[in-house]
């Protein structure tokens, strides 16, 4: 899937092969915020107030059910299905009542969670870099997302990095193991990607700890919502996300309880544990 577009314009792409379905066709309808230019991306992330100004463009069309991608907005618009859905969880009374949940919170009392600025992330830069590439390579090696340009080029990633707001790190005897790159406003945070040590995650689960760590951010922050991009039940990387009290999905231009849009879940959670 390529991103090389003019700076603030809308695109469809089609017939990509979808990352979700294998033998799918996907076809997405970008708002893209960029420019792509040799080995360096020229943004209105940066440098400055441009960064401000295309933090509000992300959460606004987010807000609106589109999806956060780097530099860019999204929706899907494939033919084959409707199955990708954006989601959100309100924060402000979320207490999760899984013990799932209460266990991966146990299992890393020992990890540090830290809150930096975008316009500071840069003496880390190429520690999150190589995280990164390890984390594709493991998680994502089949899929749009391994997109050599994006691995290769530290300078884009760098770019990558200042496009946000802010950088979310999870620690273990300072070395970083995970990493959330958010983009935010008054009312709501952007978990725009979220990326970690794929072989701790394995005992850890450091992808969901990264979401419980960031609804507590958002509640602590007086924040209401906290977007996660897209579900998709068939998917064993999207699908997890339905699993969070009081989720939402975007359905219909509006937002609607996950149980309204999956009616099954509402059946299978009112069941025992053991006949679930």
């Known amino acids: 899937m390529s991103f090389i577009q003019d700076d603030i314009q809308e695109r469809t792409f089609t017939q990509n092969d979808c990352d ?46 589109w999806n956060s991608q780097d530099f860019a907005t999204f929706q899907f618009n494939c033919a084959a299905c409707q199955k990708c859905k954006p989601l959100r969880i309100p924060t402000q009374n979320f207490v999760s009542p899984k013990r799932s949940h209460r266990r991966t919170i146990n299992r890393n009392t020992d990890l540090s969670f830290e809150v930096i600025e975008a316009s500071d992330i840069m003496p880390l830069s190429y520690e999150l870099y190589k995280l990164y590439d390890r984390y594709l390579s493991a998680r994502h090696s089949n899929s749009s997302m391994n997109d050599p340009i994006w691995r290769k080029t530290y300078n884009i990633f760098k770019s990558k990095l200042s496009a946000h707001k802010e950088i979310c790190i999870l620690k273990l005897n300072d070395q970083i193991v995970g990493c959330a790159l958010l983009y935010h406003d008054q009312e709501c945070l952007v978990g725009n990607y979220c990326f970690f040590d794929p072989e701790l995650t394995k005992t850890r689960s450091l992808g969901t700890y990264m979401d419980l760590r960031l609804f507590q951010y958002a509640k602590d922050t007086g924040r209401s919502h906290v977007y996660l991009g897209a579900t998709n039940r068939e998917s064993a990387h999207l699908g997890h996300k339905v699993q969070y009290p009081n989720a939402e999905v975007y359905e219909n231009e509006k937002w609607i309880p996950v149980e309204q849009a999956y009616p099954d879940l509402k059946q299978k959670r009112a069941l025992p544990k053991n006949q679930r």
């Open 20 to 65: 979700v379905i294998k033998g799918e066709k996907s076809s997405h309808r970008f708002k893209s915020y960029f420019t792509l230019i040799g080995n360096g991306v020229q943004t209105p992330a940066s440098p400055g107030s441009r960064r401000s100004e295309h933090n509000e463009l992300i959460t606004s069309h987010v807000k609106k059910g």
